[in-house]
């Protein structure tokens, strides 16, 4: 069972120089399963009695215990990821970026897929249910899962905002946050600043905290209820987030079978809405030389 789950379903709270080897294992995976504790502790810049530590409070009993684990884990891997990383590996011109591109993001989705707890899922879905209002900050790059989990979430009738830097006042927005509110994170290293300091704010108002970010030991993760994390390791000058959306994309599929009745109703009434005011344009057969056919 990869950490990021192990970490998720037991609720653990580690200290920073716990984090720091736990993390230092999730992003050198295959390097660290072959470390002795003292090496991992040196390559991590921890002490040795950090990373034992590390494996007593995942459940082990001694770090050779998690070293097992996660070979056995790593086993799994090579039958899925391994396989595109080897395709990967072979792209041999500039000509071949479209797939080398795209194969990286078919392994962001895979690790993802192996990392997210099924239980801290459901326990956000359940809480965008529950909640009395629900907002997303994503900033810089994030901003485009936020903006779709935001606009889709007000499709299926909640009340949902978008949090928008210089779009009035970010702080004014979040006044009266309480615990029946839910605030929504998003963000993948860099980190953004404002994203990490409205989650403190969020949490200190006694609001639900959740986090769509790379780690359970990320920045956002410190304040957060629930997190669920995502790859975006990407061989550009951008990060991926197709990971992310494709999870936002869950989710909001998720909250749409929560009641169906109500969603059917809610969706039907914006249907006659849209083709009311025209929103969409009709298909292209209903068109000849730039006219409508009657």
Do not use: C
Request: without cysteine.
């Amino acid at each position: 069972m990869p950490i990021q789950t192990i970490l998720s379903e037991k609720r653990i709270h580690l200290t920073d120089a716990q984090r720091r080897a736990a993390q230092y294992i999730m992003d050198h995976y295959e390097e660290a399963i072959f470390l002795t504790a003292s090496k991992l502790a040196q390559k991590a810049g921890v002490s040795e009695a950090t990373v034992v530590r590390l494996a007593q409070v995942l459940g082990f009993d001694g770090y050779p215990k998690l070293q097992q684990m996660l070979r056995k884990n790593l086993q799994s891997r090579l039958t899925t990821v391994t396989r595109l990383e080897q395709t990967v590996q072979h792209v041999r011109s500039d000509g071949d970026i479209l797939t080398k591109v795209m194969q990286e993001d078919i392994r962001n989705l895979s690790e993802t897929l192996q990392d997210i707890s099924l239980e801290t899922f459901h326990r956000a879905v359940a809480d965008m249910t529950r909640a009395r209002r629900i907002y997303v900050v994503g900033l810089r790059g994030a901003h485009a899962p936020a903006l779709v989990l935001a606009l889709y979430l007000r499709y299926l009738e909640k009340q949902a905002s978008p949090v928008i830097p210089g779009y009035g006042d970010i702080w004014n927005t979040l006044h009266g946050l309480d615990s029946v509110d839910l605030v929504i994170g998003i963000s993948l290293p860099r980190y953004t600043r404002l994203t990490i300091e409205i989650l403190e704010y969020a949490k200190a108002k006694g609001a639900r905290v959740g986090a769509i970010t790379d780690s359970l030991v990320s920045p956002l993760a410190r304040k957060a209820d629930w997190v669920l994390p995502v790859h975006s390791k990407l061989d550009s000058f951008i990060e991926s987030f197709t990971a992310a959306m494709s999870l936002v994309n869950a989710l909001l599929t998720a909250m749409s079978i929560q009641n169906p009745e109500e969603t059917m109703k809610a969706l039907k009434e914006r249907e006659v809405l849209w083709q009311r005011k025209g929103i969409y344009v009709l298909p292209y057969a209903n068109y000849r030389n730039g006219r409508k056919r009657r």
